[in-house]
């Protein structure tokens, strides 16, 4: 199957900056999208970033212009710098990657999602 695991979460001040990253490994055939979302406490979980395969990026309205989403594709690695960091920021990011697997020599006719399990970002003073 497929593993996502997330780093780079952390606490930082109002206005301050951080790294998440994302590695996908398993037996990937090819990666059609990844996204970050996240969830706040007492909220739903909603779509931060996205990317589609060779596309181009969309954001939620509330990141814009704050967040970049990019992907390493030598290294199925998936990254969000956070920029501008505010108190609302605040909630566990989540990544998502739309596979498709090799199944023994062929690969899936199918895509699957798969979810990483979170990475918490505090920001607060």
């Known amino acids: 199957q497929v593993q996502l695991v997330e780093s780079g979460g952390g606490l930082v001040q109002p206005g301050g900056s951080l790294r998440l990253s994302c590695a996908a490994s398993g037996s990937i055939f090819s990666i059609n999208a990844m996204g970050w979302y996240r969830q706040a406490p007492g909220k739903e979980r909603e779509l931060v970033a996205g990317?589609?395969?060779?596309?181009?990026?969309n954001y939620a309205d509330s990141v814009k212009g704050r967040f970049t989403i990019s992907i390493e594709n030598a290294k199925n690695t998936m990254y969000l710098q956070m920029n501008s960091l505010k108190p609302e920021d605040t909630a566990v990011y989540y990544c998502?990657?739309?596979?498709?697997?090799?199944?023994?020599?062929?690969?899936?006719?199918?895509?699957?999602?798969?979810w990483g399990q979170g990475t918490q970002v505090t920001v607060s003073s």
């Open positions: 998502n990657a739309a596979v498709r697997l090799w199944l023994g020599a062929r690969p899936s006719s199918r895509t699957d999602d798969y």
């Open positions: 990317i589609p395969a060779g596309g181009i990026p």
